[in-house]
């Protein structure tokens, strides 16, 4: 009896432990950085998809992916006056 609720308690770990994996990445919100990246498309697939995943759930990291557009957007000139000089 002692080992089959070892191993019960061992599977269900295992698969709390699995799930924990998959929904872990989306579940951080988005850095400064990864917004960034988000919209200049420097993210790879992988950080990509998960971006994508947390996006949809998250208004918070939606919020501050409208507003990095609109900065982006506003420091343009900026960007490309430095780039020249
Ligand atoms: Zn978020």
Same mark, same amino acid.
């Given at each position: ?9 061992? $599977? ?9 994996? +998959? ?14 990246? $988000?919209?200049?498309? *420097? ?35 900026? *960007?490309?006056?430095? *780039? +020249? $000089?």
């Amino acid at each position: 009896m002692n080992t089959s609720v070892l191993v019960v308690v061992l $599977f269900a770990l295992c698969l709390i432990y699995y799930m924990w994996r +998959r929904i872990r990445p989306s579940l951080n919100h988005l850095s400064e950085e990864d917004v960034d990246d $988000f919209l200049a498309n *420097r993210l790879n697939e992988t950080a990509l998809k998960n971006a994508r995943e947390h996006l949809l759930r998250c208004d918070e990291c939606k919020e501050k992916l409208d507003e990095h557009t609109r900065k982006v957007q506003k420091m343009k000139p900026d *960007r490309l006056l430095k *780039r +020249r $000089f």
